[in-house]
């Protein structure tokens, strides 16, 4: 009687998803982030642009290679968190929080994993906190990335979006040039 209910309301229950369903997610957005990686790591070295800019950069005195990279790697994060998030925001019943907390997890974990553990010679830094705050600012820059890309499939303000994008780009741009 019940899905009877719930057929005719024309309303349905939220079922959390399978595990299947978010591991294919997951390894479609590392998919997408590699191949992004590397094509465009292909097409700046094929087309002679690190030198170019290195040698601008170092004759200008502006920091055209560092913006350059920068703004290539901020867009393949975001057409790869874009992804992610669209698909979690889906998945787990349009959560914001949800969707927010998962990529910082899943990078948080690996971040962690990678830089401050190495098996055969231990800690890798004698002093931590150089790059603990490296990594913590990378996780709460992300962190504030990813709530900004989760605001925009809550609100669907494009405007809006593409101006906090900017805007947190210019943050962690700055944020990174300056950390030690």
Request: net charge negative; hydrophobic share 50%; aromatic share 22%.
């Amino acid at each position: 009687m019940e899905q009877l209910d719930e057929h005719l309301s024309g309303a349905t229950k939220y079922s959390p998803p399978s595990f299947i369903q978010i591991g294919s997610t997951f390894f479609i957005y590392l998919l997408i982030l590699t191949v992004s990686l590397i094509s465009h790591y292909a097409a700046f070295e094929s087309f002679g642009l690190f030198d170019f800019l290195y040698q601008h950069q170092r004759d200008s005195e502006i920091p055209s290679y560092d913006i350059t990279v920068f703004l290539a790697l901020y867009f393949i994060f975001v057409i790869s968190n874009y992804y992610l998030q669209g698909r979690l925001y889906n998945l787990l019943g349009q959560s914001v929080l949800q969707t927010t907390l998962i990529p910082m997890l899943f990078w948080g974990t690996i971040i962690g994993i990678a830089f401050l553990y190495d098996p055969y010679q231990g800690i890798p830094f004698p002093n931590l906190f150089v790059p603990f705050l490296r990594i913590s600012t990378a996780l709460i820059l992300y962190g504030l990335f990813s709530f900004i890309i989760a605001l925009y499939f809550k609100h669907q303000n494009k405007t809006k979006y593409y101006a906090a994008l900017f805007a947190h780009w210019l943050l962690c741009f700055f944020v990174f040039s300056f950390l030690p």
